[in-house]
């Protein structure tokens, strides 16, 4: 009996520091997170930090995601993307590079000016979103994300690699129908606070994508009216300093 009482207090000893080593063994994974340059910025202003692709990053302030979102609508907000993989693309064929990956107009982006862009695979379909933006320094300057950023990095150093073997007289015909689903698709949509409405993003076929063309939506196995817009849903006023 002495024996068994002996291991059942050791047993108990064991449970009681089981959640305090825990405790440490957290504390010691959150050490080890790296920090971006804005880290104290975000404590001091009441950022909530989480574990995000090896890195300690804010999740929400002191204000709820809506005030923030009405923030930057209404005034100007910025993003810290230390964390992001930053690719820079040298080149004569840089943009061609980029139109044969992504889904936006790289050519018509004025020096300075970025936009919002998707990779896609060679179906068409979605890979992942970045942003391009076309210096005045002769490159372009990509950010993509930080929890994709093998598969993205990857992806450009392939397509390089492919465009040098067929030279640089590369043609690419893309067909409609390779990135239209026969009845359309949704692929993503939330919630508008600005606007007061719900906003989705998706693939209908062509002859039913004309603004103001109003289609039916399944929504939680309901269908809804929708009207297709363009985008941005919210005009931008932003400037960018010369």
């Known amino acids: ?33 790296r920090r971006t340059p804005l880290y104290d910025f975000h404590l001091a202003h009441g950022g909530k930090m989480v574990a995000f692709a090896g890195w300690n990053l804010p999740v929400q302030y002191r204000d709820s995601h809506v005030d923030s979102h009405l923030h930057t609508r209404r005034h100007c907000s910025l993003f810290d993307v230390s964390h992001m993989l930053q690719t820079k693309i040298f080149g004569h ?26 990779f896609t695979n060679e179906a068409g379909g ?8 076309n210096t005045s320094e002769g490159h372009l300057y990509v950010v993509s994300n930080a929890g994709c950023w093998e598969k993205d990095l990857t992806l450009m150093q392939d397509k390089v690699r492919e465009l040098q073997n067929m030279g640089s007289d590369v043609g690419l015909e893309v067909m409609d129908n390779a990135l239209l689903a026969l009845q359309g698709a949704v692929t993503s949509g939330c919630p508008s606070p600005c ?48």
């Open 1 to 33: 009996m002495q024996w068994a009482g002996s291991m059942m207090s050791r047993l108990r000893s064991c449970l009681q520091a089981l959640p305090s080593a825990l405790r440490r063994s957290l504390s010691s994974a959150q050490d080890v997170l």
């Open 93 to 118: 064929d840089r943009v061609k590079l980029m139109e044969s990956l992504v889904v936006g107009d790289i050519a018509e982006l004025k020096p300075n000016q970025g936009t919002l862009s998707l």
């Open 126 to 133: 979605i890979l992942d979103d970045l942003i391009v933006t």
């Open 195 to 242: 606007l007061r409405k719900n906003v989705a993003m998706g693939y209908v076929p062509y002859e039913y994508s004309r603004p103001g063309t109003l289609l039916l939506v399944e929504v939680r196995r309901k269908q809804q009216m929708a009207m297709v817009s363009k985008m941005p849903f919210v005009p931008t006023n932003y400037y960018t300093l010369k």
